[in-house]
């Protein structure tokens, strides 16, 4: 059977108060026999608080992490 990557995305705005907590318990969640690399894609809607740096200092115990920031289309 051929290796499984799987991408996991979690949309964020304004949560600096949960972020953290949730990406701990996605990073350490019982994935299925097979697969072998976790991809977490935490999607920042343009938060007003400290979600930003939270997402950029985080150390996900897993293979990747990518924090994604968007930008206001106006």
């Given amino acids: 059977m ?9 949309p964020v705005y304004n949560e600096e108060r949960s972020v953290v907590t949730l990406l701990d318990r996605v990073a350490r969640a019982p994935y ?3 697969v072998s690399e976790v ?3 935490a999607v920042d809607d343009c938060s007003r608080d ?3 740096a939270l997402l950029e200092s985080y150390r996900v115990p897993v293979d990747t992490r990518r924090p994604c920031r968007l930008t206001r289309l106006r």
């Fill in 2 to 10: 051929s290796a499984v990557r799987i991408s996991v995305v979690v």
């Fill in 50 to 52: 400290s979600t930003p």
């Fill in 39 to 41: 991809e977490i894609l």
């Fill in 32 to 34: 299925p026999d097979g």
